[in-house]
């Protein structure tokens, strides 16, 4: 089916839809993971992530279950810079498989609120989940460099 819109649709048109495209994607992946049983799997992970005692074992939970692209030295040296100064909101652009957001939400405590930007935020369910905390968890479903986006 999407071979077939493909050929018939010129490209300005496809790049005109591509973001409706990704969002309904995204909602489907969401509705999945809601229906179909992956909230046992997950409640197993929260009691994990409860164990968690040190950045390093966070940093290493954060790894296996979402995947993190940073650099363990600068991630772990800029969460201790982020406690110290004790931020209250939180915007991260290129949020990927959603690692670092899991890292700065069960770190830093203060946070009133978070919001992931990216062309298409994966895990946002299971990372909302996981957390449960008072914090704002937002997700923007876009290209940052969209000036509407900003």
């Not at 649709?9 to 005109?16: D, E, F, T």
């Not at 909230?39 to 992530?49: G, H, P, S």
């Not at 650099?71 to 949020?95: D, F, M, R, S």
């Not at 930007?117 to 940052?144: Q, T």
Request: charged residues 25%.
């Amino acid at each position: 089916m999407i071979k077939i819109l493909k050929t018939l649709l010129p490209l300005p048109l496809r790049n005109y839809f591509r973001p409706v495209y990704r969002y309904w994607c995204m909602r489907f992946a969401n509705f999945c993971e809601t229906i179909f049983g992956f909230r046992q799997q997950w409640n197993e992970k929260r009691e994990q992530l409860l164990l968690l005692t040190t950045d390093e074992e966070l940093y290493e939970f954060s790894q296996k279950e979402f995947g993190i692209i940073q650099n363990k030295i600068e991630i772990l040296g800029l969460l201790e810079y982020l406690k110290k100064n004790a931020p209250e909101i939180i915007v991260e652009i290129g949020t990927k498989e959603g690692g670092n957001s899991l890292l700065f939400l069960k770190t830093l405590k203060k946070i009133n609120t978070y919001i992931g930007i990216d062309v298409m935020v994966r895990n946002y369910g299971k990372l909302k989940y996981l957390v449960k905390n008072d914090s704002k968890i937002f997700s923007i479903h876009s290209n940052s460099r969209f000036p509407e986006v900003i």
